[in-house]
């Protein structure tokens, strides 16, 4: 699912009817997982992972903020094409639904195989955007 992150919220689009909509307006309440990295290690009987969960409520977004949502999904994914993205955005609007999902809560977990080769690079510091 293409979605991007902003201001402690996440955005993502979908279709006008289907089950994911008809779930988010029934049950607000939700939670959003983004994996970061999963490399299945087989001779170790292990992977190597990374990843983020949001726990929130959904909202459907009207007017300015559902084109200023869509606005932020467009420059994540094709931010070298600048000059087409208003053109698109104004030809798959009316059959878009944009939802925001306000996070309450954000957690997150690192397999033990990453942590040790960060700390063997050297840069256990680095930290690692969910966007």
Do not use: Q, W
Request: with cysteine; aromatic share 8%; hydrophobic share 40%.
């Amino acid at each position: 699912m293409s979605y991007v992150y902003a201001n402690g919220t996440i955005y993502f689009h979908c279709a006008k009817a289907g089950h994911k909509l008809d779930a988010l307006l029934a049950e607000p309440k939700c939670s959003f997982c983004v994996v970061d990295a999963d490399v299945v290690l087989p001779e170790r009987f292990t992977t190597d992972f990374r990843s983020a969960i949001a726990f929130g409520r959904a909202r459907l977004l009207k007017d300015a903020e559902k084109l200023a949502a869509l606005r932020l999904l467009a420059e994540k994914y094709s931010a070298d094409y600048p000059e087409v993205i208003d053109k698109k955005i104004a030809s798959s609007i009316s059959r878009t639904e944009v939802i925001a999902i306000e996070v309450e809560h954000l957690t997150g977990k690192e397999g033990i195989e990453s942590v040790r080769t960060r700390a063997k690079c050297g840069d256990l510091a680095e930290t690692h955007d969910v966007s």
